[in-house]
Nanobody, 113 residues
Framework: VQLQASGGGLVQAGGSLRLSCAAS????????MGWYRQPPGKQRELVAT???????NYADSVKGRFTISRGNAKNTVYLQMNSLKPEDTAVYYC????????WGRGTQVTVSS
């Protein structure tokens, strides 16, 4: 399984960004996809996950601001990020899970104050 993430960039506080991640290869429908992030000098942390049936889970720090969703083909996941804060600055990673975890390369999100 290969994951291709895109959509990161530089944005001012209060702004929005939308991340996309497409999975290719041996994709199974009963999977979980999600977004994680690694702020500078910190460990990787959960942002949000979504199951193949649409159940979602969010970190408390992003609830009400971020929305995770899937594309119609079920092998694509999006992260709509609104009301961004400087503390959201991190490298964002896409993850696909089915029997094991697969990770994308990461995309940088920088929020300036």
């Amino acid at each position: 399984v290969q994951l291709q993430a895109s959509g990161g960039g530089l944005v001012q506080a209060g702004g929005s960004l939308r991340l996309s991640c497409a999975a290719s290869g041996s994709i199974f429908s009963a999977n979980v996809m999600g977004w994680y992030r690694q702020p500078p000098g910190k460990q990787r942390e959960l942002v949000a996950t979504i199951t193949n049936t649409g159940n979602t889970n969010y970190a408390d720090s992003v609830k009400g601001r971020f929305t995770i969703s899937r594309g119609n083909a079920k092998n694509t996941v999006y992260l709509q990020m609104n009301s961004l804060k400087p503390e959201d600055t991190a490298v964002y990673y896409c993850r696909y899970s089915y029997c094991r975890d697969y990770w994308g390369r990461g995309t940088q999100v920088t929020v300036s104050s």
